[in-house]
């Protein structure tokens, strides 16, 4: 049997497989992010998981876990998740734990090298190269750089609503927008609900979804925010792309797979994105994610016991993920 397993911030997804790709199993359960959860909240998440994915029995020699967590590449956390699911498992299963955005990547490309642009509340670039190099830009919080994140999206949009009341200007859609969402009558009775302890980085974030909706709609300043983080994205994949290839071995196309809330809600951005490496001419192939990542911790278990991906073995999965998917969310 092998375990998949896609943990973040707000909720983790594992499945459990058989050698021909049909699930067994599968559940959704909460957080399990150890930077942005307590160790007790990820541990009892964790266990919920495990024991329905395996129904209660300890896994063999046989089994392997591959958990995507996000999180756990610094201040030993990896080690810490590892000991974790070792705990519930029991002591002869092969573990791996790795960052989530390998399982974002390995969604799509199927184990196969590239590079993945998360943008969702927050955002990493992460790639993969033929000589199974890795290397990332960014993902480093909100606080420094995240320029394609949603706290980043929703930043920019308080700075103009705050500019336009700084000059006097009428409040405009947007603003009003802003001002239901939190249910407060005036920008600056924003202040105290954007200040609020433990709460700012998510509510900020929150602000995204307006931005887009507004540039859905031909509203040129939220477009315009969305075209400054796809050219930072645009910054960011090129930036990597030249550590992993740097001057030799480049390959004649690159698959670039965008993922997270921001790249599957707005639309213009991987339009825009394509536009713009058409005519630079670079190697990139933009792909939208169509899989769940949990996908890419199956892929990626594989692709650590040195197994290949058939396509037989590809077909089934995803064939079974979209049943089980609508069954979890349904309950």
């Known amino acids: ?25 599968l559940k959704t359960v909460g957080p399990s992010n150890p930077n942005s959860s307590s160790e007790e909240t990820v541990r009892l998440e964790i266990n919920e998981l495990i024991s329905i994915l395996t129904k209660g029995k300890a896994l063999t020699e046989k089994d392997v876990v591959f ?13 810490w998740f590892m000991k974790l699911l070792r705990a519930f498992t029991g002591p002869y299963a092969k573990i791996f734990v790795d960052n989530d955005a390998v399982t974002a990547l390995y969604s799509e490309t199927k184990g196969q090298p590239g590079i993945v642009c998360i943008s969702g509340t927050g955002s990493i670039v992460y790639g993969i190269n033929d000589m199974l190099k890795r290397d990332r830009v960014g993902g480093w919080g909100y606080l420094i750089g ?59 974030a929150s602000i995204a979804k307006i931005v887009i909706e ?28 030249h550590k992993l290839y740097g001057r030799e071995g480049v390959p004649a196309q690159v698959p670039i797979v965008l993922t997270g809330g921001i790249n599957q809600h707005a639309k213009e951005i991987i339009t825009y994105l394509q536009e713009k490496g058409l005519k630079e001419r670079s190697p990139f192939s933009f792909k939208l994610a ?11 278990a594989h692709k650590e016991m040195g197994n290949d991906i058939t396509p037989l ?16 969310i349904e309950g």
């Not at 092998?2 to 983790?12: A, P, R, S, V």
């Not at 073995?313 to 979890?328: V, Y």
């Open 146 to 204: 995240d320029e394609y994140s949603g706290f980043a999206l929703g930043k920019k949009a308080l700075d103009h609503i705050f500019a336009e009341y700084d000059q006097g200007d009428s409040p405009g859609e947007l603003t009003d927008k802003i001002l239901n969402l939190f249910k407060v009558e005036s920008v600056p009775e924003l202040v105290p609900v954007m200040y609020e302890m433990g709460k700012s980085r998510d509510r900020v």
């Open 67 to 79: 958990a995507g967590i996000s999180g756990v590449e610094s201040g030993g956390k990896k080690e």
């Open 214 to 241: 507004h540039s859905s709609i031909g509203d040129e300043k939220a477009s315009g925010f969305l075209l400054e983080a796809a050219d930072s994205m645009m910054k960011d994949i090129t930036l990597l792309f």
């Open 313 to 328: 073995f590809i077909k089934r999965l995803e064939a079974d993920l979209t049943t089980w998917m609508k069954t979890d």
């Open 1 to 25: 049997m092998i375990i998949g397993i896609d943990g973040g911030g707000t909720k983790t997804t594992g499945v459990a497989v058989d050698e021909d790709g049909k699930i067994l199993a």
């Open 290 to 300: 169509a899989q769940h990542p949990v996908a890419g911790a199956i892929y990626a």
